[in-house]
Nanobody, 131 residues
Framework: VQLVESGGGMVQPGGSLRLSCTSS????????MAWVRQAPGQGPEWVSA????????YYADSVQGRFTIFRDNAKNTLYLQMNNLKPEDTALYYC?????????????????????????RGQGTQVTVSS
């Protein structure tokens, strides 16, 4: 299994970025997928998640209305469109493959822990929002 993120960078407040996560080694369309971020000195947090056919999504309160998660199962790719970026969005963003037992009500209650509630992650892409 491989997850490879791209699209990060430095942007001014109010700017936009689109992250991509290209997957391989598993049947992408059979799995929910999620984005996690970790800022320096802070623990990881779920940013957004999407069900395998995009019928259900989750957003952290801090990004609701600004970020949009979507996926293209034909391309085995997960995306995160980030608009109106704020300095507090600065973090390493990585995509994960949540474990089967994660329900969408869990994302707001259980922190992302490698090997506990997701089994694969990418290396991440850095997003820096600064003027």
């Amino acid at each position: 299994v491989q997850l490879v993120e791209s699209g990060g960078g430095m942007v001014q407040p109010g700017g936009s970025l689109r992250l991509s996560c290209t997957s391989s080694g598993f049947v992408f369309s059979l799995f929910h997928m999620a984005w996690v971020r970790q800022a320096p000195g802070q623990g990881p947090e779920w940013v957004s998640a999407i069900s395998y056919h995009s019928e259900t999504t989750y957003y952290a309160d801090s990004v609701q209305g600004r970020f949009t998660i979507f996926r293209d199962n034909a391309k085995n790719t997960l995306y995160l469109q980030m608009n109106n970026l704020k300095p507090e969005d600065t973090a390493l963003y990585y995509c994960t493959r949540p474990k089967w037992e994660m329900s969408f009500t869990d994302y707001g209650r259980r922190p992302p822990l490698d090997g506990v509630n997701y089994d694969y992650r990418g290396q991440g892409t850095q997003v820096t929002v600064s003027s």
